[in-house]
């Protein structure tokens, strides 16, 4: 299960219709068979969001649709809507490309100027709907409990064509999302992703419906390279958030994506640039 995802669909928007919105602060750790490690803190409040890992933050307002991404390093922040974001990202690839393409060997340089072709094409005509319901799609629930975080959870299975791709641990001890259109959340976050299938699981109905029974406080999914790779909620409190947590620091300078990019690709060689066509070639921002 993505990251990203899962801490989404558990934003408290109000214990009820008469108390203060409450914030959650939750803890996870994603790891794999060969010791690597991430570590992401998820505190929400009041319809926004802040995801911060070791190296990165990125905060959502769900009432406006902004984002806003912190670059700590150079004290700057990107600040725009999901589809400002999409283009901006877009031209991110684009200046990595044609940067490659001024000394790339012509067959290189054909597929570059095709992949850009085909990346402006993607974010024209992408799709939006991000519910799929066309894949043969089953989720068994088995007797397996754990204790995660403090909280007694079911595993279950999910299984595309009788091969089992993911299982995930659901809680009905505590379920924080009230009120919430989860299509809504999964649309949103789907948008963010830049190589996001349409037969994702989790766009599937199904999914959904297995989201709404509590709160996934464990997955894990096959690794391509060997093993699994298993995210885990550590913990989770109730706490109210300082407001100021939502927002970019006021030494911050807001800059455009395109200029972070180059500040980051001054110290890239050549090498790096090839690795970047590559992945782009093999994995295009816009499917």
Known sequence: MRIVLIF????????????????????????????NRQFQTTFIQNNLIRYETESSVAIINLNSGEITLLFGMYKLYWQGSIEEFKKGTLEVFEKKLLKMIETAEPDQREVAIDLIA??????????MDTISDNLNLTIIRTDIIENIA????FKYNIAIEDS???????????????DIDIE?????TNELKPNKDRNDIDGSSEYLKLINKGLAVKSQERNPHGGYYTTEI???????INDEIFQYPPN?????????????ESNIDQYNLKQNFQRAKDNPLYD
């Open 234 to 240: 550590t913990h989770i409190i109730e706490t109210q």
């Open 252 to 264: 911050y300078r807001k800059a455009l994506l395109t200029e972070i990019m180059l500040i980051k």
């Open 118 to 127: 085909e990346m402006r094409k993607g974010l024209v005509a992408k799709e």
């Open 8 to 35: 989404v669909l558990i934003i408290i928007i109000g214990i009820t219709s008469n108390t203060a919105l409450a914030g959650w602060v939750i803890s996870e750790v994603s790891y794999d068979k060969f010791g």
């Open 150 to 153: 403090g909280f007694n959870a």
């Open 184 to 188: 809504s959340m999964i649309s949103f």
């Open 164 to 178: 089992v791709v993911e299982s995930i641990w659901i809680t009905d001890s505590i379920n924080p999302y009230i």
